[in-house]
């Protein structure tokens, strides 16, 4: 009797080990908002090595993740990089149309998020139109073969705040302001905006800081153009 009860438990134990590993969700998560105020969000679920489709809602990456494959946002979703904490997407980041990515920092502005695909690095390249993608804060490196950022039609896209790094031009159009972006052969400052960690210029680019912008260095941070 012992011994089949032992077996059984086993097989429970078994069989649980192989269910996926569900999302907890976290309360009281900061992030830093469009106009630079912090804020805090309840029911914000981690981003885990897993984690390909993303549903509207609050998500946060909170370690070194590495997702291996494309992820699809449905829905209205909301990306909040953790200080310290890097996210990479080798597969693309499905913004198709309808749906919307707004990606936040935190109060120092070190999370990064760095996502390559095919065609499109943070977009959709399915020809049916693009949704909406606001980037707030954080380091965000895109990279894709026909599109960094956006592709297809019908995009909306807002820097208010970060870092943002593409290899094409295709920007030119975007609403920016509070952030440096880096284009295909240089990088400009809009707006006030700050540095908050030790960066590199891209390799072959310069960084312009035209009249009436403004850059601030975080104490004992380094610029290295």
């Keep these: 009797m012992k ?22 969700a976290a309360d009281n998560v900061t992030y830093i908002d469009a106009n630079g105020v912090e ?6 679920k981690e981003v885990t090595n897993g984690s ?3 549903n509207a809602g ?47 920092g935190q109060q120092s502005g070190t999370g990064k998020l760095t996502a390559s695909g095919r065609y499109v690095g943070i977009g959709s390249d399915d020809g049916d139109g693009v949704g909406t993608i606001t980037i707030n804060g954080g380091t965000v490196t895109a ?6 950022i956006f592709g297809g039609s019908g995009f909306t896209i807002t820097i208010s705040g970060g870092i943002v790094e593409v290899t094409d ?4 159009s975007v609403s920016k302001n509070n952030c440096i972006v880096f284009k295909k052969s240089d990088g400009q400052v809009y707006g006030t905006a700050n540095l908050p960690v030790d960066y590199t210029v891209p390799e072959g680019k310069n960084l312009t800081i035209p009249e009436n912008t403004t850059l601030t260095i975080g104490s004992g941070m380094t610029l290295t153009n």
């Design 169 to 172: 031009n295709g920007l030119d």
């Design 58 to 104: 609050w998500y946060v990456v909170n370690s070194a993740v590495d997702i291996s494959g494309p992820v699809t946002v449905t829905g209205d979703v909301h990306l909040i990089l953790a200080d310290n904490c890097n996210l990479t997407v080798n597969g693309g980041i499905g913004v198709g149309i309808d749906n919307s990515l707004t990606i936040y």
């Design 3 to 24: 011994k089949r009860l032992l077996a059984g438990l086993m097989a429970c134990a078994l069989v649980l080990s192989l269910l996926p590993t569900a999302a907890f």
């Design 52 to 54: 390909t489709t993303w």
């Design 39 to 44: 804020q805090t969000q309840s029911g914000v």
């Design 143 to 148: 990279t894709g073969g026909s599109g960094d």
